[in-house]
């Protein structure tokens, strides 16, 4: 039984920043792509940021290229570190891990987190 557990969410003022985790147990996630994604009040659910499998390849949605970084260990661990923050990054943060490479496609993901609130006040 895959379980994904996220950590780090908050409040945080308009140019801070957060670091978020996410705790993976059940198999062995070194064949696991790991992304975060987030889904704000009355929108879907996008993504954020990937970090494949083995050679760690990232990969960023254009909204947060170059102010948000994941990276993973693979003792089945994600982090995002989330700086300059902005009013419209506020949502609930989710981790997700597929069996496969890179994507941005939310159905491509089999396990999810619960999520993590992210509020970034103006």
């Known amino acids: 039984q895959v379980h994904l557990v996220e950590s780090g969410g908050g409040l945080v003022q308009t140019r801070g920043s957060l670091r978020l985790s996410c705790a993976a147990s059940?198999?062995?996630?070194?064949?696991?792509?790991l992304a975060w994604f987030r889904q704000a009040p009355g929108k879907e659910r996008e993504f954020v940021a990937a970090?494949?499998?083995?050679?760690?390849?990232t990969y960023y949605s254009e909204s947060v290229k170059g102010r948000f970084t994941i990276s993973r260990d693979n003792a089945k661990n994600t982090v995002l570190q989330m700086n300059s923050l902005k009013p419209e990054d506020t949502a609930v943060y989710y981790c997700?891990?597929?069996?496969?490479?890179?994507?941005?496609?939310?159905?491509?993901?089999?396990?999810w987190g619960q999520g993590t609130q992210v509020t970034v006040s103006s």
């Open positions: 059940g198999t062995t996630f070194e064949r696991y792509t």
């Open positions: 997700a891990a597929r069996e496969g490479g890179n994507s941005d496609k939310v159905e491509h993901y089999e396990y």
């Open positions: 970090v494949s499998r083995a050679v760690g390849i």
